[in-house]
Every structure is written in structure tokens, then in C-alpha cells.
């Protein structure tokens, strides 16, 4: 006997334990502020707060990698979820913002524009720079940091890009070359008194990419565990360092194919990413698309109209009307360690380890703490 798979995927604990509730549990208004249960206890009575945020660290890969991970295996908390889709630019733009896709409105790796789709992390298409066209405060209008300036501490070249725009515009840049400069430039700002600083490192989800699970992924996480430590080291009295992620990663390699024929001959074009991939369909087919897209795939994805995910809030609650018109008519999201391709999502290597689905190995991430020992 077979049972068939759930129409809907496990879905972002938007709610309650989620990336989304970090900022604004540690950054809110003063006598409002509450430290949620979810949050690792020695955050509690932190005088100041060091934010990590480990690109592509997924709570599963990291427990059966501990090995190679002592210090974050010694520290407290468990996993929270991500947001949908699983990938960076919403995830990180929710975790600065504190709030869902649905609301910020980087619903992707691709999104539709209206005239262009946009690839968001160089903020462009095949034709160039798009900046002027849709500047990122219009395109991403919510404030990081619930306001505030906090200092950050992430690659020196990332500094003015569009995206760093979108999601970190009014912080206070210290940008670096070197990864062991973030330990440095962590104890130099906590003797300084800053009380919150965040921090961003993107060596695993890379590793991860490019060679996918082994021995470049477990020396990767060797690297990523020393530079948690040198934080460590350089806590002050008081001081917290909490360590998360953006997504998780699959495995994905080879195992890549387009949308069927007869799912693409009703398409116009595609958005999104090869695990949350968004079909616009042809003018008046998006009931034939949405069946047919569902007889083809739905052995290996989880296949969705539009409705249904901003009925069931996939991608969070409060969905504006710029943000609903960004969205595809039919999405497929697999369950599978698989990838559904598009032309204009190629790069200079085949992604070995990908992410965007809501798969466990995806969805769920570190929320780890550690004070000064």
C-alpha cells in the first residue's frame, strides 16, 4: 500500500521559533522587549550581543557533522526555522528586518519585476545593472535593525552592492578581507560598548555549493568552528555571541531537469529558483498549467497555485499587493534532492548542494548561544 504525499510542505514556524523573531526579540523597544522561550537562556541578561549569521549552516548537517564543530557543539539552543523560499536574499532581509518575505518583499533568488526579472544578489538580468530601474529601497522599503545603526561586520567587497542596500541600508559598515579580522573587529566594538553588533560569514554555503557534503565540507566547518571561537575568545564580560543561519542545504548534483515540455508550453517564463521555482503561464492557462505542472511533478515537488500559497501564508502572513505581483501562478518546490532548471539561473559551475525548498535539511537552522568563559 502507497500513501500519497501532502498537498503542502512543513511551513516556516512564522509565529514563534523563526529567524524572523531574533531582531526584533533582542532589538526591541525597551520595556517591551521580551526574550522569547525559543531563545538559548544566556541571552536572557546579555549587556551586549554579538549576531553571527553562518550562510548555509543547516541544523541537520551540522548535527551529523559535531565532529568537526566543537565549539558550536558546546553551545546552547537547538534549531529554529528559516523563511520560504529557504534562500539568502529573503532569508538574510528577514532576519534584519524581522519580518517574512510576504512583508519585506524579497520573495527569491528571481524575482518578477513586472518588465524584467531580477537575479536580486547582483540585483540585475542578462542586460546589466538594474539599480536605477528599481532602487532598493523602493523595491525593499522596511528598515533593518528595527531602526537602529548597528555596526556590521561582513566581506569589505559586499559594501554598496544592491542587495547590501536592500537589506543593511543605515548600518554602520566594517567590512573585511580576511575572515580572522571578524574576531578582531567583534572584541575591538564590545571594549568600545557597542551592545549589539552583527556579523556575516558565507565560506559554508559556498563550500557547499560549489563541492557539495565531504571533505572540503568538513574542513569548511572546521574554519567556520575556529572563527566561532576566536568570537568567543573575544567576548567581554556580559556579552552573548548568538550564532544562526539563513537555510539549509541538499544535495542535489546532478540531478537537474527543466519543468516538461508540456508544463513549459504553457509557461511564458520562470522566476524563482531551481527549488522554488515560480511558472508565469501564458495569458488565460493558469488552470491547464497548474494541472498539468501537477501530473507531471507532483511524484517529486510539491506543486501549488499561487492561492494556495498566500492562502495557507507560505511565505508569511500580511502579503502586499507589490509583493503578490511578484509572484509566479504555479510553483514547484521539491521534496526530492532535485532541481528544476532554467536557462537564466546558470552560473560558472554546476551547484552541487542547493537550497529554496521546504524540505527538514532546508528549513531548519542553529540557534546557538555562548558567553564568555
Known amino acids: ?46 549587556r551586549q550581543v554579538v549576531l553571527l549569521v553562518i550562510d548555509g549552516l543547516g541544523w541537520h548537517q551540522l548535527q551529523k557533522n559535531l565532529v568537526h564543530c566543537p565549539t558550536l557543539a558546546s553551545m546552547q539552543g537547538s534549531s529554529i ?7 539568502t536574499v529573503s532569508a538574510l532581509t528577514s532576519i534584519t528586518t524581522g519580518l517574512a518575505p510576504a512583508e519585506h518583499g524579497l520573495v527569491g533568488y528571481r524575482i518578477d ?20 530601474l528599481y532602487p532598493p529601497d523602493l523595491i525593499q522599503p522596511c528598515p533593518p535593525f528595527m531602526g537602529a545603526s ?21 548600518v554602520r559598515a566594517r567590512g573585511w578581507r580576511a575572515a580572522s579580522s571578524i574576531a578582531v ?32 565540507y568538513e574542513a569548511e566547518l572546521r574554519s567556520a568552528d575556529a572563527i566561532v571561537k576566536s568570537i568567543q575568545e573575544a567576548l567581554t564580560p556580559g556579552s552573548v555571541l548568538i550564532v544562526t543561519a539563513d537555510h539549509g542545504q541538499v544535495m542535489v548534483g546532478t540531478n537537474t531537469m527543466p519543468p516538461h515540455t508540456e508544463v513549459m508550453a504553457m509557461t511564458a517564463y520562470q522566476s524563482g529558483e531551481g527549488r522554488f521555482r515560480w511558472l508565469h503561464a501564458l495569458n488565460g492557462v493558469q488552470v491547464e498549467l497548474l494541472a498539468r505542472a501537477t501530473a507531471h511533478h507532483s511524484g517529486v515537488a510539491w506543486v ?10 507560505w511565505l508569511g502572513p500580511r502579503l502586499g499587493s507589490a509583493t503578490r505581483k511578484r509572484l ?5 518546490v521539491p521534496r526530492d534532492p532535485m532541481s528544476f532548471d532554467a536557462a537564466a539561473d546558470t552560473g560558472p559551475y554546476l551547484l552541487q548542494c ?6 527538514d535539511d532546508e528549513l531548519d537552522v542553529p540557534l546557538l548561544a555562548t558567553t564568555l568563559k
Not at 519585476?113 to 536605477?132: I, T
Not at 501549488?304 to 501564508?313: G, R, T, Y
Not at 509566479?328 to 514547484?332: A, E, K, S, T
Not at 542547493?354 to 524540505?359: D, E, F, Q, S, V
Open 328 to 332: 509566479g501562478d504555479v510553483v514547484l
Open 304 to 313: 501549488a497555485s499561487k492561492e494556495q500559497v498566500i492562502d495557507e501564508n
Open 113 to 132: 519585476m513586472g518588465a524584467r526579472v531580477m537575479q536580486m544578489l547582483k540585483w540585475g538580468d542578462e542586460k546589466g545593472d538594474l539599480r536605477n
Open 81 to 87: 526555522t528559516t523563511v520560504a523560499p529557504t534562500t
Open 185 to 216: 573587529e567583534v572584541g575591538q566594538l564590545l571594549r568600545s560598548g557597542e551592545k549589539f553588533i552583527y556579523a556575516y560569514y558565507d565560506g559554508v554555503d559556498k563550500i557547499a555549493h560549489e563541492r557539495g557534503f565531504g571533505i572540503y
Open 1 to 46: 500500500m502507497t500513501t500519497s504525499a501532502p498537498t503542502s510542505p512543513r511551513l516556516p514556524d512564522y509565529k514563534n521559533a523563526c529567524i524572523t523573531g531574533i531582531i526584533p526579540a533582542l532589538l526591541g523597544p525597551q520595556g517591551t522587549k521580551e526574550i522569547p522561550s525559543w531563545m538559548p537562556s544566556c541571552v536572557k541578561d546579555a
Open 150 to 170: 548597528v555596526p556590521v561586520l561582513s566581506k569589505a567587497e559586499l559594501e554598496g552592492s544592491a542587495f547590501t542596500e536592500a537589506h543593511l541600508r543605515g
Open 354 to 359: 542547493r537550497h529554496g525548498a521546504l524540505t
